[in-house]
Structures are given as structure tokens and as C-alpha cells.
């Protein structure tokens, strides 16, 4: 199964344009938004995934943004400890492999419904902690006034890359651009307001923070980056990987690998658009597994000579931290919206974290 991809230029046309206001437009313009809106809505619930073309967001800008990780995951231990703080619970800078825990691991209740579930369809069982490398970037301004202040860390860059903090910093606020393009579809498609859910990110505490997993060492199939798990933020978005391996779970149970083109992003739905809805989209799972396509992937880069570090160039998008996180809208005449009650979004994260004992580190895995 391919999930379709969706152009956001027509959209971001409409939006641009200032005699039309989206939730206001007319005629064929309503209708076509509400075709566009209603199709992202729907694949969000039905998939828990989305892909996307971001005109604004090009294969170029992904290939920057690789090509600078693959260069710094690529550099000895010995130096990629040296933008290690774990003092500041990995909040900032890097993130050795073997310390991020995926919930299947720990989490007894989770591990229960994997055995229920149909062999086909059944997640790959993490032998341990995840054996990938992850770098911790903010993106985006912070609220001067918060109950949930993040620890006051200054961002961490490497020696010798004078271009970190320009790549990390555009990025990061061209994959934030698209998320927020797509939560406005999605809000309209739901038949909420167009800044029902982007009213809620700003000053949120979105965090860039891009995987890399040695292929020479962990590239024999069946290996298990990133076990079976769902994201606990808002919508997490991905530049498109060079190595496949990504498996996605749809809403009706069936397991999916995902092929992300050329030139698109992937979006995947996390714990707190969940709540916002009621569940009219739930936390996509999804685990990161060397697979026979992997395979195929690294055979074609070492013949190229290219580099074996898979990089994710993951971002986690969230509700800002003093935002309630309740049912928006309609969904709070829902049946299950008794099971969302409202919470402040840094509460829950923190609650979240406290289950899955993640040794302080502030994201769950991908
Ligand atoms: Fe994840």
C-alpha cells in the first residue's frame, strides 16, 4: 500500500492569497479547499501518516541538512561525546546510542497487545535500549513566562562545522512551515477553525532532533532502531531518509512500510493531536527495522561510496507547554472524549516520560 502524497502548493496559494481568506472563501475556491482539507483529515485518521510536497521544502535543503549529519555522525565517539549533556538530560546536544528506550520495551501493558496481535502484522521485540545516535536542536522562540520552563541550556554546535547553526536553524523552520500548512488543512478538514491547532504550537517546544545509525555496524536485517512505539508530541515530520525502514501501523491494525518519494516529507500523527480530536486521529505507531530493502539501500551506497550512517532528519513538533490539552470543538461532544480529559500539554508530556523511564532523556524514541 503507497499512501498517497499531498501537494501543499495549491493550498499555500489559497492561504497566500489575502483577498481570500480561508475560513471564509466562496464558491468553487470552498469547495476545492474543502475537497484538499477534508483528504488531509481523512488520511490523518485513517494512517496516522501523511506525505506531503512542501514546494518551500526542497530535495536540495534535505540533502544539506543529510549531508551535514552523515558528516557529523560519521566523526570518532570520542568527539561526538563532547556535545554530550547529560546533565542537561540530553535536552541539548547529542545522544549516544544505547541510552533511548523504546516503550515496547518497558512498557508491560503494550507488550500484552503485541501478542495478541496477528503474526503478519506483529512488531519486531527490541533485544534493548535503541542503538542509534540522536542530535537535540530547538527550533523556534520559547515563552518567557511558563510553568514548564525548559532547562536554561545554551544550544550545543560541534567544533568544525561552521555551518551547523544556519542548517539546523532553516531546516527546522522549513519543515515547522509545512507542519503548520498541513495542522491548518487538517484543522479545516475536521471542520474546526484554520488556527485550531496552530494556535496551540506557538512558543511550543518543537525540537529538531535527527537520528543516525551506523549501518556497518547494525546493518543486519532484522535489527530494531527504533522499537515499536507512538510519538508522545503533536505531529513529528521527517525529511525523506536514504535508507528505508521506517514500518507505519494504520488505524485498522495493518502494518505498513513506508516509501517516502523523492522531494516529500513524511508526517506522522503523536499522542497530543490524539487528544485534541478525540481520537478522530490516534498516535500513529511505527518502528525503524533494517529490511531487506535497507539492505538493497546500503549494498547501492557502499557501491557509490557513499556514507552508512542512516540520518532521520526527525522534528518533533509540539502543543505549546502551558496549552490545555482538551478536545477541540465538535470532538467534545464525543463519546470517548471522557477519555481526553483536559491536561496541561507539559503535564502530559512529563506524565508520559515517567512511564516509559527514558533515563531523563525528553523524547520518546523514533
Ligand atoms: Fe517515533
Redesign the pocket.
Known amino acids: 500500500m503507497e499512501i498517497p502524497v499531498i501537494d501543499l502548493s495549491r493550498y499555500l496559494a489559497i492561504a497566500d492569497t489575502s483577498s481570500i481568506d480561508p475560513d471564509k472563501p466562496s464558491g468553487q475556491i470552498e469547495e476545492e479547499l474543502g475537497v484538499l482539507c477534508r483528504e488531509v483529515s481523512r488520511i490523518l485518521s485513517e494512517t496516522g501518516a501523511l506525505v506531503v510536497k512542501d514546494p518551500r521544502c526542497t530535495a536540495e535543503d534535505n540533502d544539506r541538512f543529510i549531508d551535514m549529519m552523515e558528516k557529523y555522525f560519521e566523526k570518532p565517539a570520542d568527539f561526538k561525546l563532547l556535545q554530550e549533556r547529560p546533565h542537561l538530560h540530553y535536552q541539548v546536544g547529542v545522544t549516544p546510542e544505547g541510552v533511548e528506550v523504546p516503550r515496547s520495551f518497558v512498557d508491560e501493558e503494550m507488550q500484552e497487545k503485541l501478542k495478541a496481535m496477528p503474526e503478519e502484522f506483529r512488531p519486531s521485540t527490541p533485544k534493548g535500549p535503541d542503538p542509534k545516535w540522536r542530535y537535540m536542536w530547538r527550533v523556534g522562540p520559547r515563552p518567557s513566562n511558563t510553568r514548564f520552563k525548559e532547562l536554561n541550556s545554551e544550544p550545543v554546535i560541534p567544533e568544525g562545522f561552521p555551518e551547523w547553526k544556519d542548517t539546523m536553524d532553516s531546516w527546522g523552520c522549513k519543515m515547522i512551515a509545512a507542519i503548520q500548512a498541513v495542522a491548518e488543512m487538517a484543522a479545516i478538514g475536521f471542520g474546526l477553525s484554520k488556527d485550531a491547532f496552530t494556535s496551540l504550537m506557538k512558543q511550543g517546544p518543537h525540537l529538531l532532533a535527527p537520528t543516525g545509525s551506523d549501518l556497518r555496524r547494525y546493518g543486519q536485517e532484522g535489527t530494531v532502531f527504533?522499537g515499536y512505539?507512538y510519538?508522545l508530541n503533536f505531529l513529528?515530520i521527517h525529511g525523506r531518509s536514504r535508507f528505508p525502514g521506517l514500518n507505519i501501523w494504520l488505524r485498522n491494525g495493518q502494518k505498513v512500510e513506508v516509501k517516502v518519494p523523492l522531494g516529500c516529507l513524511l508526517i506522522q500523527t503523536g499522542k497530543q493531536i490524539e487528544w485534541l480530536t478525540a481520537g478522530g486521529c490516534i498516535a500513529g505507531m511505527?518502528e525503524v527495522v533494517v529490511t531487506k530493502r535497507t539492505i538493497d539501500a546500503i549494498r547501492l551506497a557502499s557501491e557509490q561510496n557513499r556514507s552508512l550512517w542512516r540520518v532521520s532528519s526527525t522534528l518533533f513538533s509540539h502543543i505549546a507547554s502551558d496549552a490545555v490539552l482538551k478536545p477541540l470543538g465538535h470532538f467534545a461532544e464525543s463519546p470517548l472524549a471522557k477519555k481526553y480529559p483536559p491536561i496541561p500539554a507539559g503535564e502530559f508530556v512529563e506524565q508520559e516520560l515517567s512511564v516509559i523511564n527514558l533515563k531523563g532523556n525528553k523524547e520518546?524514541?523514533?
Open positions: 527504533a512505539h510519538d513529528t511505527h520518546e524514541s523514533l
